[in-house]
């Protein structure tokens, strides 16, 4: 795909210094505010996060590239014929399909363990986005199958992602306020602060990329609280911030859970459920936790 390569080049080129800009403004407002947002430690781990991601996916590109035209090439609905509906169609199922990928990551600790990383910073700034989840370009083709099994190019797939991932990290700041009727229809800023904060009524909530209408479709849309400050990072912190250990602490857990006695199929529901999720209920998921809420909640 010579031409999606010089696109992404491209792209590149204008989007890295669009970043640079917005994250010197962004480190400027946090200094005249002493608000301690960026460290020199995280951010330099956001970006080796990143460089390593980048480098998973060209390696891994040429065999996801190759299965997503193999499936292209016995599709099942050819192309739409209109470029204007064609392009506006691949933006509304690929943002869907990023929702329903990234409901997985929150909902089955296996890609769980993958995804943790990118929700391991207590800090939450523009380079937060680039805190990769690593290893997801290992799976991440497989949800865009059904897009190119319904005529859409395996190219115009990667471009489009390259594009709302622009979107996806401009997202990533506090300084931000609600953007008033956009908040019906996009992901905004505080719609992204939901999504990376640890306080239990923030759990897992505004999954989208570039469109908040599936959150609020499927339920798993929160508003900002403004009584709920934001508290970021994880429910329980590593208890290093170390590359390793940001990388692969939650697969430690799991070696932790799988060396005890248990059975086969114990073992494959500690790695297929949600994370939280125990056989004796002595940790609880994130539903279980908000259930627990609301019921609090109502009794009073």
């Given at each position: 795909?010579?031409?999606?390569?010089?696109?992404?080049?491209?792209?590149?080129?204008?989007?890295?210094?669009?970043?640079?800009?917005?994250?010197?403004?962004?480190?400027?407002?946090?200094?005249?505010?002493?608000?301690?947002?960026?460290?020199?430690?995280?951010?330099?781990?956001?970006?080796?996060?990143?460089?390593?991601?980048?480098?998973?996916?060209?390696?891994?590109?040429?065999?996801?590239?190759?299965?997503?035209?193999?499936?292209?090439?016995?599709?099942?609905?050819?192309?739409?014929?209109?470029?204007?509906?064609?392009?506006?169609?691949?933006?509304?199922?690929?943002?869907?399909?990023?929702?329903?990928?990234?409901?997985?990551?929150?909902?089955?600790?296996?890609?769980?363990?993958?995804?943790?990383?990118?929700?391991?910073?207590?800090?939450?700034?523009?380079?937060?986005?680039?805190?990769?989840?690593?290893?997801?370009?290992?799976?991440?083709?497989?949800?865009?199958?059904?897009?190119?099994?319904?005529?859409?190019?395996?190219?115009?797939?990667?471009?489009?992602?390259?594009?709302?991932?622009?979107?996806?990290?401009?997202?990533?700041?506090?300084?931000?306020?609600?953007?008033?009727?956009?908040?019906?229809?996009?992901?905004?800023?505080?719609?992204?602060?939901?999504?990376?904060?640890?306080?239990?009524?923030?759990?897992?909530?505004?999954?989208?990329?570039?469109?908040?209408?599936?959150?609020?479709?499927?339920g798993t849309f929160q508003e900002e609280i403004?009584?709920?400050?934001?508290?970021?990072?994880?429910?329980?912190?590593?208890?290093?911030?170390?590359?390793?250990?940001?990388?692969?602490?939650?697969?430690?857990?799991?070696?932790?859970?799988?060396d005890q006695p248990i059975d086969f199929k114990?073992?494959?529901?500690?790695?297929?459920?949600?994370?939280?999720?125990?056989?004796?209920?002595?940790?609880?998921?994130?539903?279980?936790?908000?259930?627990?809420?609301?019921?609090?909640?109502?009794?009073?």
């Amino acid at each position: 795909m010579p031409g999606t390569y010089a696109f992404e080049d491209l792209l590149l080129k204008l989007s890295t210094p669009f970043y640079i800009s917005l994250i010197c403004l962004e480190i400027f407002i946090t200094y005249r505010s002493h608000r301690v947002s960026y460290t020199l430690k995280d951010t330099f781990t956001n970006a080796a996060l990143m460089l390593i991601n980048g480098s998973i996916d060209l390696l891994f590109r040429a065999v996801y590239v190759g299965i997503l035209i193999w499936f292209y090439n016995v599709r099942i609905i050819e192309p739409i014929a209109n470029p204007y509906i064609y392009w506006f169609a691949l933006f509304l199922f690929e943002d869907l399909t990023f929702y329903t990928l990234h409901y997985v990551d929150h909902h089955s600790r296996l890609f769980w363990a993958v995804h943790v990383t990118h929700h391991s910073s207590e800090h939450f700034n523009l380079t937060t986005g680039f805190r990769s989840s690593v290893f997801q370009p290992l799976y991440r083709f497989v949800y865009f199958i059904p897009l190119v099994l319904i005529g859409f190019s395996p190219a115009d797939i990667v471009i489009m992602y390259s594009l709302t991932q622009i979107y996806g990290i401009i997202v990533h700041t506090e300084y931000v306020d609600k953007l008033g009727c956009l908040e019906y229809i996009f992901v905004t800023p505080s719609h992204h602060r939901v999504h990376h904060a640890s306080n239990i009524q923030y759990l897992d909530k505004n999954m989208g990329m570039c469109l908040i209408i599936w959150d609020r479709m499927f339920g798993t849309f929160q508003e900002e609280i403004p009584t709920i400050p934001p508290h970021y990072g994880l429910t329980k912190s590593t208890k290093t911030d170390g590359l390793s250990e940001t990388v692969f602490h939650e697969w430690k857990e799991i070696k932790k859970d799988f060396d005890q006695p248990i059975d086969f199929k114990t073992k494959l529901k500690y790695l297929i459920k949600a994370p939280g999720w125990s056989p004796d209920g002595s940790r609880q998921t994130s539903k279980e936790l908000q259930k627990e809420i609301l019921d609090h909640d109502s009794t009073q």
